[in-house]
């Protein structure tokens, strides 16, 4: 067996308010053909039974006195754990048996840094959570052997690598100086770690079952937060415009400007109904400008829902998943311009949370 075969792993799983699911992640973890070295569970100020629950398993405990966030809680995990590769999952994801050997595999490759992956499919029946993973499938069909990014519920970093750049980049918005920003650090964490000279290996075919969300409102709050959290990445990065992520920019920009110029025609033709049977000059180039704006608006979704088709689903299913990504591109819209001003007065420097906020660790 060589140096990197022997190399210890720590899996670190950031854990709030996930009594019914953590248990499945941790037995998932407890069952691998390649036995992680180390669990560190980190409660993140849960209000449930989330730490009654870790506490059946040979697992490590660390209870933060309040939430900070899963950035701040993977990285008290981190400083507790002693491996020397950090794998990191999430509460409500499962593993498959072969995702720590497959994860030790791809890191004896030494100018490899951090390997990430992404889904093999959904804990939860219905059409939504279907729809969410087959959405994330297609995204991330076509992506590279090595991206600048990470999925933190399917990611390992060498330690030296993780230390070396501080851990998950932790930082607050000058307004309120007391919460970290979250919901895009494994962007951030995956722009560092390349920015430094690391190489990050996309594994296509190693992905963790998810609990995605079943609820309509729920799902498009989700995408309206990330959408928010991506802006303010960006403001407190901006060299990560240039960098190969799990996102689709292009893509998702010419979405969200086709669903801006739809609503921006459609308040202007709304402005021009008094004139319906005597139009004027402005209010035909106005109605114009709506009726391109709404054709791209309408056009854009379908071949990324006709290619649901590639995956065994029916019209019914494809129909249902064209409206829904409408929906998502008003989500983003409104994400991008909540994130717009969140990021207006700047950002501090928030490496420091966390330590103040954690108590010592349990079991």
């Not at 497959?102 to 499919?121: F, K, N, P, S």
Request: net charge positive.
């Amino acid at each position: 067996m060589n140096a990197a075969a022997r190399r210890t792993i720590s899996v670190i799983v950031p854990a709030y308010n996930c009594e019914t699911t953590i248990r499945a992640c941790i037995e998932s973890l407890l069952t691998q053909s390649r036995a992680p070295d180390e669990i560190v569970v980190v409660d993140d100020g849960s209000r449930d039974g989330t730490a009654d629950a870790v506490s059946k398993y040979p697992a490590k405990l660390v209870r933060l006195a309040r939430n900070a966030g899963p950035g701040v809680a993977r990285n008290e995990g981190a400083k507790i754990a002693s491996g020397d590769i950090l794998a990191f999952t999430d509460s409500d994801c499962v593993a498959p048996s072969d995702w720590l050997a497959r994860i030790e595999r791809e890191l004896q490759d030494e100018g490899i840094v951090a390997v990430t992956g992404g889904y093999a499919g959904t804990l939860v029946d219905g059409f939504l959570p279907l729809l969410q993973h087959l959405v994330l499938r297609e995204r991330q069909a076509s992506l590279p052997d090595e991206i600048a990014s990470t999925i933190t519920s399917n990611f390992a970093c060498r330690r030296r690598a993780f230390e070396a750049v501080g851990g998950f980049p932790l930082y607050c918005r000058r307004r309120d100086s007391q919460r970290p920003v979250w919901g895009n650090e494994d962007e951030e964490l995956g722009f560092r770690l390349t920015r430094a000279g690391g190489r990050i290996r996309w594994m296509k075919d190693v992905g963790v079952l998810h609990r995605f969300r079943p609820g309509l409102w729920a799902y498009l709050r989700q995408q309206k937060f990330y959408a928010e959290r991506i802006v303010m990445s960006h403001f407190r990065f901006p060299e990560m415009r240039k960098t190969r992520t799990n996102y689709s920019r292009q893509g998702g920009a010419v979405s969200v400007l086709a669903a801006a110029g739809a609503a921006a025609g459609a308040a202007g033709s709304i402005a021009c109904l008094p004139d319906l049977y005597q139009i004027p000059i402005d209010c035909t180039a106005i109605w114009i400008f709506a009726a391109v704006a709404l054709l791209l608006w309408l056009a854009i979704p379908i071949p990324a829902s006709a290619a649901f088709r590639r995956y065994g689903q029916g019209r019914g299913f494809l129909f249902r998943a064209y409206g829904v990504a409408l929906l998502v591109s008003y989500a983003w819209l409104w994400g991008i311009a909540s994130g717009i001003m969140l990021s207006l007065g700047g950002f501090l420097d928030g490496n420091s949370i966390g330590r103040q906020t954690s108590s010592p660790p349990g079991k």
